[in-house]
C-alpha cells in the first residue's frame, strides 16, 4: 500500500469518458503485471484490465471491452485507463496494483497483486 497513486477519478454523465492515471515508482518496479480494479458499492473488488510490463499483452473483464483500453509509459513511470461510452454501473473506486507474479491467465486474481494504489471514485450519472 502506498507504492501506487491513482489520479484523474471524478463525476461523469453517461456517455462520457475519463481517463486515470497511476504514478508508480521506477526504483523498485520492473517486469510486474499493472492491473486496473474496481470496487462498485456495496459490493466486491472486481477485475478490470491488466498490461504487462512492455505492454505487449493487454486484457479486460468483458463489460468494458470495446470502450476501456489500459496502456503504460514507463519512461514517465505511469499507468493509464481510457475509458469510454461509459454506464452508471462503472461507477466505483478504481484501484491500480501491481504483481511480480501472477497464478493464472487472465491475471484477474486480486490476491496476486502485492502493491496497491488508494483508489481514485469515479461516479457515472445517468
Known amino acids: 500500500q502506498g507504492q501506487l497513486v491513482e489520479s484523474g477519478g471524478g463525476m461523469v454523465q453517461a456517455g462520457g469518458s475519463l481517463t486515470l492515471s497511476c504514478a508508480y515508482p521506477?526504483?523498485?518496479?520492473?517486469?510486474?503485471?499493472q492491473a486496473w480494479f474496481r470496487q462498485p458499492p456495496g459490493k466486491e473488488r472486481e477485475f478490470v484490465a491488466a498490461?504487462?510490463?512492455?505492454?505487449?499483452?493487454?486484457w479486460y473483464t468483458n463489460s468494458v471491452k470495446g470502450r476501456t483500453t489500459i496502456s503504460r509509459n514507463n519512461a514517465k513511470n505511469t499507468l493509464y485507463l481510457q475509458m469510454n461510452s461509459l454506464k452508471p454501473e462503472d461507477t466505483a473506486v478504481y484501484y491500480c496494483?501491481?504483481?511480480?507474479?501472477?497464478?493464472?491467465?487472465?491475471?484477474?486474481?486480486?490476491?496476486?497483486?502485492?502493491?496497491w494504489g488508494q483508489g481514485t471514485q469515479v461516479t457515472v450519472s445517468s
Open positions: 496494483a501491481a504483481a511480480t507474479i501472477v497464478s493464472r491467465s487472465p491475471p484477474d486474481n486480486p490476491d496476486d497483486y502485492e502493491y
Open positions: 521506477e526504483r523498485s518496479f520492473g517486469n510486474v503485471m
Open positions: 498490461i504487462t510490463w512492455k505492454g505487449g499483452s493487454t
